[in-house]
């Protein structure tokens, strides 16, 4: 099938720099997926980048004290073990920028009816601390942005990392225009979960048929029921059966039917849909960048 070369994609050169290669957390992953979607002729003028961010831009959903504590590196060392990550002046340059990377590709897909970021899903990021990965909450920030501004009226996070979005669900627990769905892999990361408005906790080693079958009915349902204005896709594939940090045994054919289902149902039903690429963890560091363009392939053939 053709992929079409004018699928809106949100990157920024600042995604990717130099860190430790046997870190769990793979920060090549970024400037990988960007060149792999490049070698299949997916950037042109389609690409855009968002601008450099700052903690002022985040203080909508954060504690102000939290991301200038994070930005100027006064954390303490027990808040930085939890993130998992060592600071630096690139990373925080790649941590505030990403959100607005997110919001930028959730208005291109109120335009275009669907876009891509190559990045985001730092779902695990809450009010005043960060932890697994995650500093500061794109997902979050993006649909609070997008309500506050009145550019829609309701969003649903649709998050299908394999670990439970606890972060984006506390920081939009009483955002009543906002809808949280996590469907995730329930021994796991992170042990102590936040209520999402709705979570489905699935058992390990569940394989391509049975999880296609919850997606799709939960989607379904949640299209027809809430009629949102915007789906936010938390396209992570740490739901793949060799995955470093996932638990399920879901195939790589079957993360591709899974994206291809996500946003066949949001095309049927005429709701905008911006991606992000959320979890994956993989020592081949450019079979990463490959699981992660699946949802970006997907989106470009329809």
Known sequence: MALNP??????????????????RFVMSKFARLY????????????????????????????????????????????????????????????????????????RLALTHGVAC????????????????YCMVND?????????????????????LDVHQGDGTAALLQHQPYAFTCSIHCE?????RKCPSDLDIGLANHISDDEYL?????????????????LVLYDAGVDIWQQDGLGKLDVSWQGIA??????????????????TVIGGGYDKDHERLAARHAIVVEQAAQL
Request: with cysteine.
């Open 117 to 132: 970021h190559l990045a985001g899903g730092t779902h695990h990021a809450h009010y005043d601390f960060g932890s697994g």
């Open 257 to 274: 039917q899974r994206d291809r289902l996500v946003l066949k149902r949001c095309a049927q039903h005429n709701t905008p849909v911006a």
């Open 187 to 191: 021994k796991n990361f992170p042990f």
């Open 35 to 106: 060149h792999h979607v490049k070698g299949l002729g997916l950037v042109g003028d389609n690409l855009e980048q968002p601008p450099l961010g700052t903690p002022d831009d985040l203080s909508l959903i954060h504690c102000d004290n939290y991301v200038h504590d994070l930005w100027h590196n006064r954390l303490d060392a027990k808040a930085m073990r939890r993130i998992g990550l060592p600071w630096s002046h690139s990373l925080m340059a790649r941590t505030f920028t990403a959100p607005l990377g997110t919001l930028k590709t959730a």
């Open 6 to 23: 004018h699928l809106p994609l949100v990157y920024h050169p600042n995604y990717s720099f130099s860190f430790d290669p046997n870190h």
């Open 213 to 229: 079958g919850v997606v799709d009915d939960t989607l379904v349902h949640l299209l027809d029921s809430l009629n949102p204005d």
């Open 139 to 159: 997902l979050a920030f993006t649909a609070q942005t997008l309500i506050n501004s009145g550019e829609v009226t309701n969003v649903l996070v649709f998050d």
